[in-house]
C-alpha cells in the first residue's frame, strides 16, 4: 500500500483520466471524417499531417486509457495522455492567438468551440497526472480500487454534464444571436 496522502488522489486521477481518453477516443472513433474535420479547422499542419493525426489521436487516446487503468502502465498512460492534452491546449492557444474561436474543440463530447478556458481545463489536468507519470499510482488494493474508480466514475459523471451545459449555454448563445439578427435585420 502506497503513501495514501499521494498515492490514492493520483490514482484517482489517473483512473478519472482513463475514462476521459477513452470517451475522447471512442467519439473520434466513431466518426473519424468528422474529427478529420476538425483537425483541418485547425489549420496547424499539412494535409498529410493532418490525416495521419487522425487516425493516430484516437489510438493513442484509447492506448492512454488503457495503460492509465491498468495501474501498472499508469506511469506511461499518464505520459502519454499529459502530451496529448499538452498538445491540444497548443493547438487551441495557437487558434485563438489567431482569433479563430469558432472552432470545434474535438474533444470528444458535445461540440462546443475552443476558448482559454479549454486550454486551462487541459493544462490543469496535465499537472495533475504528474503524480501519476512520477509512478505515484501503483496499483491498489481491492477496496483502495473500488474506492479509487468509485471516485473516478463520479467525477467523470460531474465532467459530461459540465461539458453538456457549456454546449447548450453555446448553443443558447448563438441561437439568441441569430434570433436578434434576425429580428434587427427584418426591421432595417
Known sequence: MGDGLIHLPAAAVAAFV??????????????????????????????????????????????????????VMAPDGARIAAVLLGLYAGAMT?????????????????????????????????????????????????PEALAVWAVAVAAMGVWVAADQLSANATRMRRDRETLLAGAFGAAS
Not at 99 to 127: F, H, K, M, T, Y
Open 94 to 142: 495557437i487558434n485563438l492567438l489567431r482569433s479563430r474561436s469558432e472552432i470545434d474543440c474535438g474533444c470528444g463530447g458535445p461540440g462546443q468551440p475552443i476558448s482559454w478556458a479549454l486550454v486551462v481545463r487541459n493544462l490543469v489536468l496535465v499537472v495533475a497526472l504528474i503524480p501519476a507519470a512520477a509512478g505515484l499510482a501503483a496499483p491498489v488494493s481491492i
Open 18 to 71: 482513463a475514462l476521459l481518453m477513452f470517451r475522447a477516443g471512442v467519439h473520434k472513433l466513431v466518426d473519424l471524417q468528422r474529427f478529420g474535420g476538425v483537425m483541418a479547422d485547425y489549420a496547424i499542419g499539412p494535409a498529410p499531417l493532418v490525416r495521419l493525426l487522425r487516425e493516430l489521436i484516437p489510438a493513442l487516446e484509447i492506448v492512454a486509457a488503457a495503460f492509465l487503468a491498468s495501474g
